[in-house]
Structures are given as C-alpha cells and as structure tokens.
C-alpha cells in the first residue's frame, strides 16, 4: 500500500517506514472495530426500538443527491461519495458509506448475523433513478439469504416499490464461476456493471 494512501490517523500511529503488512494490519483493525461497533448500534437500536415501537435500523441504498456529497463513515476510507454516486444510509447516527465500504465491513461480520444484517437492505424509493436498483438490491438480499441457508424475507411493494415482472437484473450479477467474481462485493459489482451501460435510461 502507497504511503498516501494511508490515513493520516494511522500513519501517526506507525512510526518510521511503513512496512505494508504492518499498514494493512491497522487498516484492517480499524475495519473490524467499525464492524463491531455497527452490530452493537444495530442490536441496541433495535432491542430499543421493540420496547418503543419506534423504527429499527435499515441499510438504505441511495443515489447522493446532485448539490452535495456526504463523507464516508467508514474511517480508513474517509472520502467524499460524490453527488451520483451509489451509497448506503445507516439509518440512526451511523451516516453515509460507499457500498464498497459497506461491504467490507460486513465481510467481517459474515458468518455472525450475516441473514440478519443483510435483511435490514432496502432501497430508498425517493433517492434512486428507477426500479432497476431496486431489483439488484433485491436479488442481491434473496441470493445471499439463500446461500447461508437463511429465512427468507418478504419483500413488501410498499419498501421495495413495484418492480415491473419483466425487469431482469440477473444479468448484472457476476457468475461465481467468473474469476472477477468476489463473494464480498457482489451488491457493488452488480451495481457498476449497471451502472456502465450506455442509455440505461432507455432500456428501462
Ligand atoms: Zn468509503
């Protein structure tokens, strides 16, 4: 890893030469605290929130709004999401991420709540272009429940909006037989590949 691409913070915890292992150690320890901490606000919130009857935590996938960015709360990230650009809300205090960011951190957390954590997924219907999100997201949730051997959730029109029967997302999804196929970042993959065709609008 380049020096400079290390964070500050870290780097002043390292003294002298940055060995990379070494580098990538504190990257990955700050990670994991930010994994640990996310579950531990997300039990909290919603042990709470059944005593209350207020709302529990949901991971909202959303498109930055056009004036302004938000920076990612992921700390060894820490960069702008630009207007545009996907991200995930962690509704409560948690903030914004990239969904990369996001996804590394749930990495982490994988084989300890994965199914819970990945049904807590919803679009934001008020902050995506149209529903072809919505049906990633969605296949996205259903595929990795179905891996882990997890309930499946029920996915309501009035969280998820209507996705027209003939929206076929599958194709944006990269075959695990494919060597660019990471089991991590299958939501960004599908997301970007999306993302990159040309006139997307026009084949909605
Ligand atoms: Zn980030």
Not at 59 to 65: D, G, H, T
Not at 185 to 202: D, F, G, R, V
Request: aromatic share 8%; charged share 30%.
């Amino acid at each position: 890893m380049a020096r400079d691409k290390i964070p500050l913070e870290i780097l002043e915890l390292i003294k002298g030469p940055v060995p990379e292992k070494k580098a990538e150690y504190y990257v990955e320890r700050r990670i994991r605290q930010a994994s640990r901490n996310l579950r531990r606000h997300i039990y909290q919130v919603n042990h709470d929130s059944t005593q209350t009857g207020r709302a529990g935590v949901k991971f909202l996938l959303q498109e930055s709004p056009g004036t302004r960015g938000a920076r990612c709360r992921l700390l060894p990230c820490g960069e702008m999401i630009e207007p545009g650009e996907y991200r995930v809300h962690v509704t409560c205090r948690n903030g914004f991420f990239h969904v990369e960011c996001f996804e590394r951190m749930m990495e982490y957390s994988f084989n300890e709540g994965c199914g819970e954590q990945v049904s807590l997924f919803r679009p934001d219907l008020n902050r995506l272009a149209g529903p072809m999100e919505a049906c990633i997201l969605k296949e996205y949730v259903r595929r990795t429940l179905s891996r882990i051997g997890a309930q499946p959730i029920t996915f309501s029109p009035e969280e998820w909006g209507v996705i027209p029967d003939d929206m076929n997302c599958e194709e944006y999804f990269v075959s695990p037989t494919d060597p660019a196929y990471d089991e991590h970042h299958i939501l960004s993959a599908a997301l970007k590949n999306w993302e990159e065709i040309p006139n997307k609008a026009e084949r909605l």
